[in-house]
């Protein structure tokens, strides 16, 4: 995986994008992209509204597998593999191009950010993070213990759990990671927005409560739910900080869409889970459905009773 992360809560770090046909007599729109969060320098905006994203193979398989599921209208589609100065990439539709000026939302799904191999990885050779450090004193000056601060570091498995305990991963099975209304800047700072009054009061802001737009994402999220409790793919994979990304726009139409698969990845043929028993250490399991249970009552609970 890209390793080189920039925060991105201003202005001047969102990558914008635009690509311009070369032909002349049949200039094509500049196709627009914006990245609510993630790692910098991994996407590129590629032709015919697709989006290359750095290579991995993990994601790679997950896509091919996608491809062939039922879940495929949730995902973007899937192109296959391009280089560009020797780089590999992913290549996927862009979903914002049938949108005008859309409002973007990135939620992180599921009560776990981390994987099991993560874990134990982090007890056979840990190796203290110092740019994991740093963030956590920016979010919290307390938050490291004696060790952490004396080392001035901390374990990756650390830094992701307390980023979970903090926000409403842990509580809610979900996060939001940021969002982008249109006509403003890139709203990233929900690091500690955990109760449901918080998390409710931020998705009314990115819908501006628009009863309309949250039937739309009410509606879609219950189809999703229900194509992802029979889903094959659904069923034999682990699905770990993958998120829904939620597009809307002015003219009232809305989308969500599964997105990163860096780190979903096939259970052994012998583990079963059902993504909403709680997790402990060995059963796999991600939370996914239980955060997506909430999700919808959250935002179900913004329309007026009926
Ligand atoms: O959001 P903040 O607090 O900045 O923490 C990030 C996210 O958890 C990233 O997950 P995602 O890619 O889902 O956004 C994770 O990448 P991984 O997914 O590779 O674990 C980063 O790990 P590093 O890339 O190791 O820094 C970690 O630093
Ligand atoms: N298919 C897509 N269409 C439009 N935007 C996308 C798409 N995939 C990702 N993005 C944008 O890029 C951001 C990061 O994507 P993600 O796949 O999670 O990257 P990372 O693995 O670096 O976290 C998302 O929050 C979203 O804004």
């Known amino acids: 995986r890209f390793n080189n992360r920039e925060p991105l809560n201003s202005s001047s770090s969102l990558s914008l994008f635009g690509t311009y046909s070369l032909t002349v007599m049949t200039p094509k729109k500049p196709q627009q992209w914006l990245q609510v969060v993630g790692h910098a320098g991994s996407f590129h905006v590629g032709d015919c509204g697709t989006l290359l994203k750095r290579f991995c193979k993990g994601e790679q398989q997950s896509y091919l597998s996608l491809m062939e599921d039922s879940l495929k209208p949730f995902v973007p589609a899937y192109h296959g593999v391009v280089q560009r100065d020797k780089q590999d990439y992913n290549v996927i539709d862009n979903l914002l191009i049938h949108f005008n000026s859309?409002?973007?939302?990135?939620?992180?799904?599921?009560?776990?950010?981390y994987l099991e191999e993560e874990l134990f990885m982090s007890r056979e050779r840990p190796q203290p993070r110092k740019d994991m450090y740093e963030k956590m004193v920016a979010v919290d000056p307390e938050a490291p213990t004696e060790q952490e601060r004396a080392q001035q570091a901390v374990l990756k498995s650390r830094y992701m759990q307390w980023r979970e305990t903090l926000?409403?991963?842990?509580?809610?099975?979900?996060?939001?990671?940021?969002?982008?209304?249109?006509?403003?800047?890139?709203?990233?700072?929900?690091?500690?927005?955990?109760?449901?009054?918080?998390?409710?009061?931020?998705?009314?802001?990115?819908?501006?409560?628009?009863?309309?737009?949250?039937?739309?994402?009410?509606?879609?999220?219950?189809?999703?739910?229900?194509?992802?409790?029979?889903?094959?793919?659904?069923?034999?994979?682990?699905?770990?900080?993958?998120?829904?990304?939620?597009?809307?726009?002015?003219?009232?139409?809305?989308?969500?869409?599964m997105i990163d698969f860096a780190k979903t990845g096939a259970l052994p043929p012998q583990v079963t889970m059902d993504h909403r028993t709680p997790w402990v250490e060995g059963n796999r399991e991600d939370g996914y459905l239980w955060g997506l249970d909430n999700l919808i009552d959250i935002f179900a609970n913004m329309l007026p009773l009926t």
Not at 221 to 249: A, I, M, N, P, Y
């Open 102 to 113: 859309p409002a973007i939302m990135d939620c992180k799904m599921g009560s776990r950010t």
């Open 167 to 257: 926000s409403s991963t842990t509580t809610l099975g979900f996060r939001i990671e940021g969002f982008k209304k249109a006509n403003e800047e890139c709203r990233t700072n929900f690091k500690r927005t955990k109760s449901r009054e918080q998390v409710t009061e931020a998705l009314n802001s990115f819908v501006e409560s628009n009863k309309h737009i949250v039937w739309g994402y009410v509606r879609r999220l219950k189809q999703l739910r229900e194509v992802l409790e029979t889903s094959d793919f659904f069923r034999t994979h682990e699905v770990v900080g993958s998120s829904l990304l939620f597009v809307h726009d002015w003219t009232g139409r809305t989308g969500v869409w």
